[in-house]
Nanobody
């Protein structure tokens, strides 16, 4: 069974920083794609940052220059360092792992961790 567990969400003031972590267990390989998504109340889910199986990292335009994604393959951990947080970053953040090669969708999702940024 594959488990995806996020941690690190909290309430901070604008301009502050948070570090989100995601740990995956149950996958034998270590070079699978992973990503962070978020969903704010009343809004669609959006991609925040992702890393492909070849190590290519992509960011949403809204977080470029503020968020940094890193992956430790040996520890099956994905970390999202979030700096200069804005109220519009408030959302529940979800980690996803292992893209299905047929439908190009992530196969495994965590329960999410809440990030709240106050002005």
């Amino acid at each position: 069974r594959v488990l995806v567990v996020e941690s690190g969400g909290d309430s901070v003031q604008a301009g502050g920083s948070l570090r989100l972590s995601c740990t995956v267990s149950g996958l034998r390989d270590d070079d699978y794609a992973m990503g962070w998504f978020r969903r704010a109340p009343g809004k669609e889910r959006e991609g925040v940052a992702s890393i492909d199986s070849d190590g290519t990292i992509r960011y949403a335009d809204s977080v470029k220059g503020r968020f940094t994604l890193s992956k430790d393959n040996a520890k099956h951990t994905l970390t999202l360092q979030m700096n200069l947080l804005k109220p519009e970053d408030t959302a529940r953040y979800y980690c996803a792992a292992d893209v299905d090669s047929v439908c190009s969708e992530y196969r495994y999702w965590g329960q999410g961790t809440q990030v709240t940024v106050s002005s």
